[in-house]
């Protein structure tokens, strides 16, 4: 009998051979030729079992009939044979294995093309307008936050300041570096003198900018509104409307005041 490496064992088992069939070419390829009934004494299995895997590699061209002395018997096909069979079905195999990655593709495809339909969110009150900002706060930043801000003395304001300190604090801790455009009001000089302590960067909204009492915040997908005097907020996730909105703010950013 002829012993298998493991790799040539993990071999024809990736081929698609079982068990009884890799037992079977072990006692064949001696080259002695073999009954069903010898193969049954020398392996142990059954004459049904053997027969239906001698059957099988028949059909594959393995196994060649003979008959010796009016018994049948079966040898081993030259070696070419195996390695063609071998051939073959690793062949099956990539490409099930290819239909498989086009069908995991796909699937994960549609479900990034899904992922950048525009989704709306409102929120009301302070604690909405806290989750806003550390929700800013908390993304990953490859690119700076950009941020209009029309009342810079909201960091003075009883109510809000501590929420405008949480952000800061956790924006600087994850070294997610922000510009901010404000008013050329003396609020807006406060605001800027804070810039170090802030880690940011602040310029004055230049001559006949758009007025607005709209607070945003820009990422790389999100646009996101808070109007105080309602005290109510809005997160768009859309990249290409991000992209648009990031796109004025720097045009604003290079008219902006610089001292």
């Known amino acids: 009998m002829v012993c298998f490496p493991k790799t040539i064992e993990h071999v024809l088992h990736t081929g698609g051979y079982t068990g009884v069939e890799q037992l079977l070419l072990r006692h064949l390829l001696p080259g002695e030729p073999l009954t069903l009934r010898e193969l049954s004494h020398k392996t142990g299995k ?61 699937f994960f495809t549609s479900l990034s093309l899904e992922s950048e339909h525009p989704a709306l969110e409102h929120v009301r009150g302070i604690e909405g307008i806290a989750q806003l900002l550390r929700r800013i706060a908390s993304v990953s930043c490859p690119s700076d936050v950009l941020h209009v801000l029309p ?47 802030r880690f940011r960067a602040t310029r004055l909204l230049p001559q006949g900018a758009p007025e607005t009492v709209i607070e945003k915040l820009l990422t790389d997908e999100l646009v996101v509104t808070i109007n105080h005097a309602s005290h109510t907020g809005m997160v768009l996730r859309s990249r290409d409307l991000a992209a648009a909105e990031r796109s004025l703010f720097e045009a604003l950013w290079l008219r902006a005041e610089e001292t």
């Open 151 to 197: 009342q810079p003395a909201c960091e003075d304001d009883t109510q809000l300041s501590p929420l405008y300190d949480a952000f800061h604090h956790q924006r600087s801790t994850s070294r997610c570096f922000a510009r901010v455009l404000v008013p050329s009001t003396r609020d807006g000089l406060r605001f800027r003198e804070r810039d170090a302590l």
């Open 46 to 106: 059954s004459t049904g079992s053997l027969d239906r895997a001698v059957k099988k590699l028949l059909v594959r061209r393995i196994l060649q009939r003979a008959t010796v002395n009016e018994q049948q018997k079966f040898t081993v096909a030259p070696a070419a044979s195996l390695v063609e069979s071998l051939a073959s079905g690793f062949q099956r195999q990539r490409t099930l294995l290819e239909r498989q990655e086009r069908e995991v593709r796909t």
